[in-house]
Every structure is written in structure tokens, then in C-alpha cells.
């Protein structure tokens, strides 16, 4: 049993293991505490004894002096017992966020594609809580019990072995029934828990097609189901609680048995005069007070239970290691190619014409889940050069353009930048080089400008004005109640479609990189500000490398290049001329384009 | 579900009392069993005095004999010590035996009344949710929701079961034992009683401090997790700006504003808990100083002075555990607001059913009309404008119009998922918002744009659990819509689960199969909204069949962006911007060469270079 215990607990020392010397001394205080708690109820004792001696009322007022002194030095010690083992675990539970949060976010895109936010969010609250409710209150009060308990019987043992002896028989007992509640507890608990979230599926079911169960009139079936559900997890919570319910009135009987022991046996002891009456009210005062660390104990099977599990829960996420991450000996990059490195004035600005970026994708094929999604892909993309991706939606376009920073790998060899593999850049100095608008627009609940200059270390307000001014948002932001100021997102202003893409452009074009990618970026935008911004855009584009991918063919058609995607492979290339003469799936979309445009006028 | 934790989770008092009367309304229909509970715990406060008064008795007649009053028990007692103290024994054992069955009665009699107080609020959410206008859950997100029917729900239930009973439990404890004091010795009891209001100013001033405390910890707690959900969503921007050390240091700090709030409650719990050990131990020192003179008097006899030291060490327990409820309390509150916020929100205006007149199906049936139709679903932003048109009893009209010319709009107006700003819409000569509106729906036959199933199976998703739709309707729905083989073609047939959403299915699956649920409950109106928009050309083509036979002898109104679905139509209404531009057959539309021909075009592009998803 010891063996097991041992390497249940055992993922805990590293996270302990910092600690070490607070929790030193924390259990330093803990002695101390323990040490006047014995006192007490000796002290009580002997008063008593004197008392029926009949003693001077100047020996009575020594009695309560040392009486009161053992307490405030008790309390004294019992103050910083709490402060240092809880503040541990309070010190703790910050660190191994903090951990967790950086791991996190060094994980790739898959990982957060095959893991569901609110599992992540759980165990970065959940687990993380029960973990640390281990680390302070759970060792604090094992440890305490633990001491109390040795000091007990140490001073009891020597008042009367036989009396201790049957008063310390029933802890076994104890152990034993707690253990057996906390299996059954845990058990049971589970599968409430499980019934909650079935029930929490249901709503979440219900809700989302509060439609059709309205277009159908089926409110009275779908009531009826959630009834059957909600009784169901009635009758598992009262499955519970007929167990749980025992718990705490079963230990307080055993509590209960040791002063019936006390009187019983104590009593005879006293009547034969093996021991004195003092002892007697001795006895009584240290089962009285060991009564709650013993059921304590309790709590901290419990507390134990859910915190091995939840470690193992959060060592799961520590223990994923990055898919994505920085090669062991990364190419230097010059200052030249990085777009913000540069602090302070160094800090380019977005007009500045920059050094392009040539890349080069070398016979490249891409899988993803063991589906291909990109075929032999050979394509070269000169610095400075602009190419147009279309194609149907599942083309691979945006996997194409992801390959580039990196947020799924290429295998490698496959992709260069400027003749190097994109496997042998620092993570760091690759992204720095490329401004990305992904397809969907992921803003963050900040004002705007804290979102357009999310990229930049820092900028000036002229230069967000300009970012903003080139992304055709300044008119918008001149809208907004507190213009570049106003939080957007669940605390602030709800942005359109339209004007959160715009907002993503500015934010990518603000890192003046040598890289742009607009990932279908200008699909909310309506045609007449997307020609304001394509205009503005060709100029900030002069030298820098582009990859635009769009349905729209007049967000593409002044490309260097243009090439459709076609279930993962490039089934046409060549300006828009030449495809508009050569191509079959361009001129369609040509076509198909004028004529929405008709329609737009109709 | 976490955003919302964001402001809401920082409101809220501990007690108020508006709230607690009306939660308090849920635990009427089980008054009967509340007294019983009650009447249970008060019995067990007070046989809760019993040990150390049993202590009392044994110490004063055979331990340490002195004069004193003879108690009633006395006259009971034996004579002989040995056999006197095993009476006493026996005594405290049964008064321990009977402790565990009141407690365990009492727990669990209550928490059951809590189990099920809460089962009836869910139920009432959750029946409150099915009548809520359509517009509250464009409003409101589902996560939101689902709290409010179950976390919310169990918090108020940890305050039904341990908070608020064990305070009525400590507060009979505390009494009991009082009383019990003073009649062993009124001064002696009186003096103990002097520390009192020490421990009250100190708890008072302890809870002051944790309020505060709790009220940032719970700040601290809807940052982090906003921040986390947003940035767990959003980590491949994170990484793609380099800013994982820009966020991580956002994260740092509110972290640390977390744990600054808990270290001070940590300090105010490690001052208190000392406290009330120095002021239990000096109500002890106080009964061993004073009632020890007493004794030397030969005024009090040292079993009352054992007994008093026992109370002692009880007395300032349920004191503490106070404190400790009312983190519950406060949590409870908080929820049981947010619960009556979403119970207090007006259900849709429901006509009185009684307008009955007009909801009891029509023989003749008259058609469906829009007349001069308005509606926005903000303001002025009018999604439809002047709609006008009337489809006859029978007869097949098609919808078609670009993305967002109002087709959808105009499906939910007639199922009065909303109701419109100006105009009516007439069913069967009636005005849809005079109709009951459950009959109304029944009477309408409706495949959403979005199909959506139920976790179940694929029985259970075309019958809907509805006893009209026998077993040989759903086959039949099923031959007629020729799609047989798939669902033979599933390992279970029409057993096979659908999980949640239907995950494992394709959208054209989903589509055929919702398709067969509208068919099976055998509707006079048929109303399809791109129902085939995702199955592939060959099944299209045999449900284009069946459909040819179905809508024969149904009124029937079919939004198609396949505008090959479409050329039986008896008429053809293209909306654009909001309004009917066209009206006329497939040939004439053509002939017109205007928004229709334009789109014809435009579909007969699309399909040539098989573009699927963009619309």
C-alpha cells in the first residue's frame, strides 16, 4: 500500500520541489503549533487536578496565564503554518499556469485543431484548482493530522497506555471507512458529472435547433427528453447522497465512540485511581480537538483523489511536445530581412519600399490526417513578385499559404525562402518576415489600435492611422464613439465582416513584412472599397512579396502570376491574359464574375 | 461558455432577500418534507448537548463524588460506580445511535428536497427557453444558455443543501447549547458568554475583508478565462505576430492579480482561524479561572466545570463555519440573478389559444398571401420591402434570388419565428399572428436551410418521436424520396445513431434525411429551403423525382439556389434586394432576359466549373 502511494504521488515532487524550503519551514511551524497544542489540554488538566486538591486562587491564575500564553503562542504559529503551506500552493498554482500558458502557445495549429477550447480551458482551471487544493490544503492538513496524532499519543501513552490504546483503535477504522466512502464517493460522483454534461449537451442541442423544434411544433418531445435526462440526474445525485449523506454522521459517531471509550474506561481508571480526574478531562480535551483533523483526512483522500487525477490530466498537455518548433541550429538572419525586429527608430516605415522575399516550393506534397491535400506543387515566386491563387473552396489554397509561416509543416525540402529551407529559420525570424491576414478574421476583445498594432512592438499613431487609412478603415474608425480607442468584441463594439477584415490587413501591412499574405482577406468587402484598397495596397506592395488568394477575379487579375488550384494540384498558370486565352476554369470565373457584377447593379 | 463569466460572475450581493423569497418559492412544494427535515436537525442540535452533559453527570456521581442537586437521571442511576458509569455508557451510545440516523436522515431527506426543487427549476428554465421569441437566441449565445440550466442551477443547490441548512443547524446548535449552559450554571455560563462579541467583531471584520477578496478573486477568475478562451481560439494569430511574449505577459499579469487577491484572503483566513482558537481557549481559560474559584467555594462541582470546557470547544465551531457559508451564499445569489434575469425575460407574444376560432385547421383550404410585407430584423434595415404575393391552394412556387435577397427571411415569417413590421401574412385567410401558432407550424411542412439533427437515431430523427408518423410513414416518406438504399446501406439502417449534430453524417445526408422528416409528417404545405443544395448531382436528380410526385396536390414553396430544381415550378418569384422583381414560369423568366436569366447564367457557370461551396 505504501509502495503504490509513493508512485501515485510522485509526478507531484517536481512541482513541489522548488518549494522545498518554504515548505520547510512551513512544517517548522507546524511543529511549533502542534508542540503548544499539546500543552493545552495538560495544562486544563492539572488545573483540575489542583482544583480538587483545593489550591490557592494564585496557583489557579498561574493555570490560566500559562493557559493563555500556550494559546497566543499556538496561534502565533498556526497563523504562519496557513500563511507559508497555503501561500505555497497559491504560489504554486500561478507558476504552473504560467508554465501551462507558455507550453500552450507553443504548441501548432493542429494541436489547437484536435483539441476543443473549453477541454483546454478545464484543465487550465479545473485540474489546475485540484491540483493546487493538493498542493496547499491537502499536504497541510495530512501533514497536521499526522503530527497531531504522533504528539497524542506520545503524551497520552504516558497517562495511560491501555486508555490510548483503545481510544487510537478506532483510527484504523477510520482510515479504512473513509477510504471505502472516497471510492464510492468518487464513483459515484463520476458518473454525475458525466450526467451533467450529457445534460449540458442536451440544452446546448436544443437551443441550437430551437428552430426546426419549433418549425415542427416539437417542444412538448423535446421537454419530455430533457425531463427523462433531468430525472436521471435526480436519481444519480440521490444515488450519491446516500452514500455521501452517511459520511460526516458516520465519523462524527466514530468521534462520538472515543469519548464514550474515554468515559467508559476512563471512568474505571479514575474510580480505581490509576488515574486522576484532571487526566480524565485531559483525555477528553485531546479526542475533542483531534476529532476534526481526523476528518479532515477525509477531505484530503478526496483532495488527493482529484488531484493525482487532474495532474495527470495536466501533464498530458506538458507533456506534448511542439510539432512546430525552432531547428537546433537555425540560420542566422540578417537585421535586413527581419520587418519588426528593429526597435525604435531602426523601425521601417509601411511605404518604404522593402526587400522582397523569393520563394520557392520544390515539388511539394502535403497531407493532412493522411489526406492529400496538395499535389506536386513546383512554383517559384520571385522577391518582390505578386502571385494570385484561385480555385474551388478545398483546393488547398489556404494550406498552400499556411505552409509558408509555418502554421503546418512542409515536408522537408520542400519549401524555400530565399534558397533556404523554412525548416532551418528560427520560428521567430520567419514569422517576423511575413504579414498574414488568415481567411477567418480573428480579432481580440482590445481597442482597435492595440488590435491593428497587435504585430509591431511599437508604433506611433500616425503610423496606425496610415496602416488603418491603407486598409480603407480610418472612415470607420472615425465612426466609432472613441475612434482608434474603441474595444471591439464581446466588452465593446461588434465590427462587420467587412470591417474586421480590414482591420486584419492593417494589422498585417502595420509590420511593414517582407512577406504579405492576404488569405481571401477582402471576401466582406464590397467591390467598391476593395478597389480602394487594391489601389492603395500596389503601392505598399512595390518590392515586398505577395501571395493574394481570392474568388474574385478583380482582386487578382494584376498578379505577376496567377495559378488555379485544383483538388491540391496547379491546373493552369500565367498572367490574366494568358489564362483569360489559354485557361478553362479562369475564364469561367471571369465570366461568372462579370455577371455578378450585372446582378450587384440590378 | 465561459465568456459570459466575464461582468456577470462580479456582481451580487450575499443575501437578498427579494431573491431568497423567491427561491425559497421552490421549496414550497415540498414544505411537508422541509418541516420534517427541520424538525429532524433541531432534534439533532439538541441531542447534540447531550454528551458533555452525560459527562457531567458520570464525573460529579462517581468520579469525583460530591453534594449537589440530584438531576432527574440521578433516580435511575445504580449506586455501585462501575455499574452506574456503564449506564452512563450506554446512555451516550444510544444518544449516538440516534445522532447518526437524525443526521443522516435529515441530510439526505434535504438534499433530496434540493435535488428535486432543482429538477423543477431546470424544468422551468428550460420550458421557459421553448418559448422565448426567435430573437432572443439571435441575441443570446448558446453557451450562455446551457449555464444558466445546469452550473447555475447546481450552485443554487449547494446553497439549498449545506449552506443555508447547516446555518439553521449551527444556529439550533448554538442555541441549544446556551440554554443548556445556563441552566447548569447561569454566571458561570454568563461569563463564558463574555467573549462573545469579540468573536462577532471579529468575524465581522473578517468577512469584511474576504468580500473584498472574493469579490477581486472572482474578477481575476472571468479575466484569465476570457483571456484564455480568446486566446486558445486565436493562438495561430498569436504565433503568426510573434506576440506569444507580449500575451504571456498579459496572461502573467492578470494571473498575478489572481493570486495577489487569493494571498490576501489567505492572510485574512490565517489571522481569523488563530483568532478564534485564542478567543475559544480564553472562554476556556475564563471558565477555568472563574468556575475554578467557584469550586474552591464549593459553588459549582468540577463535573459542570468538565461539562462547560466540552461546550466550550463546541460553542465556537458552528461560529465558524458561518463565515464559511458565505462564499455560498454569495455565489448563490449571484446565480439565482442571473437565473430570474432569463426566467423574467417576456416569452413571444403568443396569441390566447382561445382565439381558437381561427387556430382549429381549416377545411378549405385558401392559400398562403404576404400582403404588402415589411421587415427588419434592426431598425430600418428592411431585409424585405413591399411584398406582395398570394399562392393559391396546390399550387408549386419557386424562390430564387441571390445570397441575401430575403428568400430565408421570408420561410421564418411565415413559421412567425418573427413577426413583421407592416403588412400580414395571411394563412388560410387567416392573419399568422391570430393563428395558435403550434397549429400553424403543423400545419406547415419545413426543410431549414441549415439541417439540423438530434442526437439519436435516424429513426428518431425523421419520426421526431411523433405518434402520428407510424413506422410505414417514415418508409414510405422514405421510398418516395428514393432514397432507400442509403439508409439500408448504414450498418443499423434506420437504427443507426446520429450523434450529436449529426457529426458523422454529410451535409447531403443530413439534408436527405431531414428532407424524409418533412415528408413523413405529411404536411398540407411543403416548404423546402435549399434542401438539396449538398447532395450530389445523381441523388438530386432521383429526390427531384419524388419531389415532381410529392408536391402534387400540396401547396408547396421550394427555395432553391439550384435553379434546375426549380423549372417545374406553376411559378417562378425572384426576390432581389428585399423585393419580388420577377414573377413568371421558367420560359418566361428567360425570355425576359433580366435578374433571372442573369442568374441562370450564373448557376450554369457555377456548375460548369463546379464551384460547391461558394455562394
Excluded at chain 1, 233 to 244: Q, S
Excluded at chain 1, 382 to 399: D, R
Excluded at chain 1, 459 to 474: K, M, V, W
Aim: aromatic residues 10%; proline residues 3%; neutral net charge.
Amino acid at each position: 500500500m505504501m509502495k503504490s502511494l509513493i508512485q501515485r504521488v510522485q509526478p507531484l515532487f517536481p512541482f513541489l520541489w522548488p518549494y522545498r524550503g518554504r515548505y520547510g519551514v512551513g512544517l517548522l511551524a507546524l511543529v511549533g503549533e502542534v508542540a503548544f497544542w499539546v500543552a493545552v489540554p495538560q495544562i486544563i488538566g492539572r488545573g483540575i487536578d489542583d482544583l480538587q486538591k483545593g489550591v490557592t486562587a494564585d496557583k489557579l491564575t498561574l493555570y490560566v496565564g500559562l493557559l493563555i500564553g500556550a494559546v497566543l503562542c499556538k496561534a502565533f504559529f498556526l497563523f504562519w503554518t496557513r500563511m507559508i503551506l497555503i501561500g505555497i500552493s497559491r504560489d504554486a498554482e500561478f507558476d504552473l499556469r504560467n508554465e501551462l500558458y507558455l507550453h500552450l502557445s507553443r504548441l501548432s495549429l493542429r494541436y489547437f485543431q484536435r483539441h476543443r477550447t473549453g477541454d483546454l480551458m478545464s484543465r487550465a482551471t479545473n485540474d489546475l484548482n485540484a491540483v493546487r487544493m493538493l498542493l496547499g490544503p491537502g499536504i497541510m492538513y495530512s501533514a497536521r493530522t499526522l503530527i497531531l496524532m504522533t504528539a497524542a499519543i506520545a503524551i497520552l501513552i504516558q497517562i495511560s497506555a491501555k486508555l490510548t490504546f483503545y481510544c487510537f483503535v478506532l483510527v484504523p477504522v477510520v482510515a479504512v471507512i473513509v477510504s471505502y466512502f472516497g471510492r464510492q464517493v468518487h464513483h459515484r460522483f463520476e458518473m454525475i458529472q458525466a450526467m451533467m454534461s450529457t445534460l449540458s449537451a442536451k440544452v446546448q442541442e436544443s437551443v441550437a435547433g430551437m428552430r426546426v423544434i419549433r418549425a415542427y411544433a416539437k417542444e412538448e418531445m423535446d421537454l419530455r427528453r430533457f425531463q427523462e435526462l433531468n430525472a436521471e440526474y435526480v436519481e444519480r445525485n440521490r444515488k450519491l447522497i446516500g452514500v455521501w449523506g452517511m459520511f460526516y454522521p458516520a465519523l462524527e459517531v466514530l468521534m462520538g465512540l472515543t469519548y464514550v471509550i474515554v468515559l467508559w474506561l476512563g471512568g474505571r481508571e479514575v474510580i480505581s485511581g490509576q488515574i486522576s480526574i484532571g487526566s480524565f478531562v485531559a483525555f477528553n480535551v485531546y479526542m475533542g480537538q483531534l476529532a476534526w483533523p481526523m476528518i479532515a483526512l477525509g477531505w484530503v483522500v478526496n483532495l488527493y483523489q482529484r488531484g493525482t487525477a487532474s495532474l495527470a490530466r495536466l501533464n498530458e498537455i506538458f507533456a506534448t511536445e511542439p510539432e512546430i518548433a525552432d531547428p537546433p541550429t537555425p540560420v542566422i538572419v540578417g537585421p535586413r530581412k527581419l520587418a519588426v525586429a528593429i526597435p525604435g527608430d531602426g523601425h521601417r516605415s509601411i511605404e518604404q519600399a522593402a526587400a522582397g522575399i523569393e520563394i520557392e516550393f520544390r515539388n511539394l506534397n502535403f497531407a493532412y490526417n493522411g489526406l492529400p491535400i496538395l499535389r506536386s506543387i513546383q512554383l517559384t515566386i520571385p522577391a518582390g513578385n505578386t502571385l494570385a491563387i484561385v480555385g474551388p473552396t478545398g483546393s488547398g489554397k489556404s494550406t498552400l499559404a499556411s505552409l509558408i509561416p509555418r502554421l503546418f509543416d512542409s515536408p522537408p525540402g520542400t519549401l524555400y525562402l530565399d534558397g533556404v529551407d523554412v525548416r532551418h529559420y528560427r520560428l521567430q525570424d520567419l514569422r517576423r518576415m511575413i504579414g498574414f491576414v488568415p481567411q477567418e478574421t480573428f480579432l481580440f476583445s482590445d481597442t482597435i489600435r492595440g488590435n491593428i498594432a497587435f504585430g509591431v512592438d511599437q508604433a506611433t499613431e500616425e503610423e496606425i492611422r496610415r496602416a488603418a487609412e491603407i486598409a480603407e478603415l480610418l472612415p470607420d474608425i472615425e465612426d466609432f464613439p472613441l475612434g482608434l480607442g474603441t474595444i471591439v468584441g464581446e466588452r465593446g463594439i461588434t465590427l462587420s465582416g467587412g470591417q474586421k477584415q480590414r482591420a486584419a490587413i492593417a494589422r498585417a501591412i502595420l509590420r511593414s513584412p517582407q512577406i504579405l499574405i492576404l488569405d481571401d482577406a477582402l471576401s466582406s468587402v464590397d467591390t467598391y472599397t476593395e478597389e480602394k484598397i487594391l489601389t492603395r495596397l500596389r503601392n505598399i506592395l512595390r518590392g515586398r512579396t505577395a501571395i493574394l488568394i481570392s474568388h474574385r477575379v478583380s482582386t487578382i487579375r494584376d498578379a505577376d502570376l496567377i495559378v488555379v488550384l485544383h483538388e491540391g494540384a496547379i491546373v493552369e498558370r500565367g498572367t490574366h491574359e494568358e489564362l483569360l486565352e489559354q485557361g478553362s476554369y479562369y475564364p469561367e470565373l471571369y465570366q461568372k464574375q462579370l455577371l455578378e457584377e450585372e446582378l450587384e447593379r440590378a | 461558455m465561459t465568456q459570459d463569466h466575464h461582468e456577470e460572475e462580479v456582481l451580487g450581493k450575499a443575501y437578498d432577500s427579494r431573491l431568497m423569497r423567491r427561491l425559497l418559492h421552490y421549496l414550497a412544494p415540498y414544505r411537508g418534507i422541509v418541516a420534517l427535515a427541520s424538525a429532524t436537525m433541531i432534534l439533532h442540535s439538541l441531542l447534540q448537548v447531550v454528551g458533555p452533559f452525560l459527562t457531567k453527570i458520570a464525573v460529579d456521581r462517581y468520579l469525583v463524588v460530591t453534594h449537589r442537586q440530584p438531576t432527574f437521571l440521578d433516580s435511575f442511576l445504580s449506586a455501585d460506580p462501575a455499574i452506574g458509569l456503564a449506564q452512563i455508557t450506554g446512555l451516550y451510545l444510544l444518544a449516538l445511535l440516534a445522532l447518526f440516523a437524525l443526521e443522516y436522515g435529515q441530510t439526505y431527506t434535504m438534499q433530496m428536497v434540493g435535488q428535486r426543487a432543482m429538477y423543477d427549476l431546470r424544468m422551468e428554465i428550460f420550458g421557459h427557453l421553448h418559448r422565448l421569441p426567435i430573437q432572443f437566441y439571435d441575441r443570446n449565445p448558446v453557451g450562455r444558455l446551457v449555464t444558466r440550466v445546469t452550473t447555475d442551477v447546481d450552485v443554487i443547490n449547494e446553497m439549498f443543501t449545506s449552506g443555508v441548512v447547516a446555518i439553521f443547524g449551527d444556529f439550533f446548535s448554538l442555541l441549544f447549547i446556551v440554554i443548556v449552559m445556563l441552566q447548569l450554571n447561569a454566571t458561570l455560563a454568563l461569563v463564558t458568554f463574555a467573549v462573545l462579541p469579540l468573536i462577532f467583531v471579529a468575524t465581522m471584520l473578517f468577512r469584511r475583508r474576504v468580500r473584498d477578496c472574493y469579490r477581486r478573486i472572482r474578477t481575476a477568475v472571468a479575466r484569465i478565462n476570457a483571456h484564455l478562451q480568446e486566446h486558445l481560439t486565436g493562438m495561430s494569430v498569436v504565433q503568426l505576430f510573434n506576440r506569444e511574449e507580449k500575451s504571456f505577459a498579459e496572461f502573467k499579469k492578470i494571473n498575478a492579480a489572481h493570486q495577489k487577491a487569493f494571498l490576501d484572503s489567505v492572510f485574512a483566513h490565517s489571522l481569523f482561524y488563530p483568532a478564534v482558537e485564542v478567543l475559544s481557549s480564553a472562554a476556556i481559560a475564563l471558565i477555568l479561572w472563574y468556575g475554578g474559584h467557584q469550586v474552591l467555594g464549593e459553588m459549582l462541582t468540577i463535573g459542570v466545570l468538565v461539562a462547560f470546557i466540552q461546550y466550550a470547544q463546541r460553542f465556537f465551531r458552528p461560529i465558524q463555519d458561518l463565515s464559511e457559508k458565505y462564499n455560498i451564499l454569495q455565489s448563490a445569489m449571484a446565480s439565482s440573478e442571473r437565473i430570474f434575469k432569463l426566467l423574467d425575460t417576456p416569452a413571444g407574444r403568443e396569441p390566447s389559444q382561445e382565439l381558437a376560432g381561427a387556430s382549429a385547421p381549416r377545411e378549405a383550404t385558401r392559400g398562403i398571401e404576404f400582403q404588402d410585407v415589411w421587415f427588419a430584423y434592426h431598425d430600418q434595415d428592411w431585409v424585405l420591402q413591399d411584398v406582395q404575393l398570394s399562392i393559391e391552394p396546390g399550387e408549386t412556387i419557386a424562390i430564387v434570388g441571390h445570397t441575401g435577397a430575403g428568400k430565408t427571411t421570408l420561410i421564418s415569417l411565415l413559421l412567425r419565428f418573427y413577426d413583421v413590421q407592416k403588412g400580414r401574412i395571411l394563412v388560410d385567410g387567416v392573419d399568422v399572428r391570430d393563428w395558435n401558432v403550434r397549429a400553424l407550424r403543423r400545419r406547415l411542412g419545413v426543410v431549414l436551410q441549415d439541417p439540423f439533427l438530434f442526437s439519436g437515431t435516424i429513426e428518431s430523427n425523421i419520426r421526431l418521436d411523433e405518434e402520428a408518423v407510424t413506422r410505414e410513414a417514415m418508409e414510405e416518406a422514405v421510398e418516395e424520396l428514393n432514397i432507400e438504399d442509403f439508409i439500408r446501406a448504414l450498418p443499423e439502417g434506420y437504427r443507426q445513431e446520429v450523434y450529436e449534430r449529426g457529426a458523422t453524417l454529410s451535409v447531403g445526408q443530413k439534408q436527405l434525411i431531414s428532407f424524409a422528416r418533412a415528408l413523413a409528417h405529411n404536411p398540407q404545405i411543403l416548404i423546402l429551403d435549399e434542401a438539396t443544395s449538398s447532395v450530389d448531382t445523381e441523388t438530386e436528380f432521383r429526390v427531384r423525382e419524388a419531389l415532381n410526385r410529392m408536391i402534387s396536390g400540396r401547396t408547396a414553396i421550394i427555395i432553391a439556389h439550384r435553379l434546375s430544381t426549380i423549372q417545374r415550378a406553376d411559378r417562378i418569384v425572384v426576390f432581389h434586394k428585399g423585393r419580388i422583381r420577377e414573377i413568371g414560369s421558367h420560359q418566361q423568366l428567360l425570355a425576359q432576359r433580366g435578374i433571372y436569366w442573369k442568374l441562370y447564367q450564373l448557376q450554369y457557370k457555377q456548375q460548369e466549373v463546379s464551384v460547391t461551396g461558394d455562394d
